[in-house]
């Protein structure tokens, strides 16, 4: 399963992104994804998960420090897995991966990933 995201950017504090990952030639509603970040000098963060390979709505999980600021869906159609992120702060600053262990059916959260995006950097100015 070959990652890649994108849609990073410098924004301003308060402002909002939507950060997409894509798989060519993979069908995504088939895994459990998830989105990580990682900012420098520090160890890396779980974010969020999505797994709708039950169909309906799926399942979602967030990380508590990023409730009600981060939005994690999916566009089955466009094969892409999003991750809205609103009123953004300097702290949100950093590489943003998504990743998935690449087992059909697997719900979230994962046992372990495997896969991973080459990531994407977002930059908040104050």
């Known amino acids: 399963v070959q990652l890649q995201a994108s849609g990073g950017g410098l924004v301003p504090a308060g402002g909002s992104l939507k950060l997409s990952c894509t798989a060519p030639?993979?069908?995504?509603?088939?895994?459990?994804i998830a989105w990580f970040r990682q900012a420098p000098g520090k160890e890396r963060e779980g974010l969020s998960c999505i797994s709708t390979y039950d169909g309906g709505d799926g399942k979602t999980m967030y990380e508590d420090s990023v409730k009600g600021r981060f939005i994690i869906s999916s566009d089955d159609a466009k094969n892409t897995v999003y991750l809205h992120i609103n009123d953004l702060r300097p702290e949100d600053t950093a590489v943003y991966y998504c990743a998935t262990d690449g087992r059909v059916g697997t719900t979230c959260p994962p046992q372990g990933y495997f896969y991973w995006g080459q990531g994407t950097q977002v930059t908040v100015s104050s």
């Open positions: 030639g993979t069908s995504l509603d088939r895994y459990a």
